[in-house]
């Protein structure tokens, strides 16, 4: 599976929705991983279901921080199930 297109620009500040602002990261110290909402960072197809997408923060010197991504792609029969459950439901509104 390939990563998906990050969305930020070169040169461009993080995005706002980084946990990256959430909270004081000790310099030179990795933070545990946190789950992020996916779109801050990649490009969710519409109609798609985003991925889980979990960010690590290595904070560095001058406001400056490494951030690793880490992306759980769910399974195929998870993701049919979950349409076939959905097609379910949207049935029953329809009557």
């Not at 990261?25 to 109609?47: K, L, N, P, Y």
């Not at 889980?52 to 029969?77: C, P, T, V």
Request: glycine share 6%.
């Amino acid at each position: 599976m390939k990563f998906p297109f990050i969305q930020p620009k070169r040169g461009q500040d993080v995005p706002r929705g980084s946990s990256y602002y959430k909270g004081p990261h000790s310099q030179g110290t990795v933070s545990d991983f946190r789950e992020c909402v996916a779109d801050v960072w990649i490009e969710v197809q519409r109609g798609e279901r985003a991925p889980n997408l979990y960010e690590q923060i290595y904070s560095q010197q001058n406001g400056f921080a490494l951030i690793m991504l880490h992306l759980e792609k769910r399974d195929e029969e998870e993701e049919a199930e979950d349409r076939d459950l959905e097609r379910r439901w949207e049935a029953r509104f329809r009557k």
